[in-house]
């Protein structure tokens, strides 16, 4: 199946998401006192969340539902990864929201216990969000 364009754009936008989420723990982990480095990767990750969110919406409120072509194994697999993916996408976004605002608030003790179980669920949505992109659209050898 030959990819939109607009689904092309909305698998950049989860990559560069989880290249910015994967930067800014491990700039957190390896150094606490770039903390400020730390806040601009993880703003990065939120813009381009919030990008392609917005571009999801749009691309699906005129394309529709796109259903998965392939009637063999790989339609399990394909199964297995969208609905965990679609099921955290729709759970996590408040609890970013509260991840975000307690760090603004400077309120880091309530931020890095929220990180803790936020970040990987955030990290698998991105990660996720570009393997169901592969499966549909990447030439199948």
Known sequence: MEANPHATLN?????SSAVFLLLGYRRIRSDPARWKTHRALM???LAFSLAFLTS????????GSVPYPYHDWTRALYFAVLI?????AVVIV?????????ALRGRFDRHRRIARRVWPAWIFVSLSGVAVYALLYLPRG
């Not at 698998?11 to 990559?15: E, F, I, V």
């Not at 408040?94 to 307690?102: E, Q, S, Y």
């Open 84 to 88: 965990p993916h679609v099921i955290l």
């Open 11 to 15: 698998a950049a936008l989860n990559a």
């Open 56 to 63: 999801y919406v749009i691309y699906h409120s005129s394309v």
């Open 94 to 102: 408040p609890f970013i929201v509260v991840l975000v605002v307690a």
């Open 43 to 45: 703003l990065a990750a």
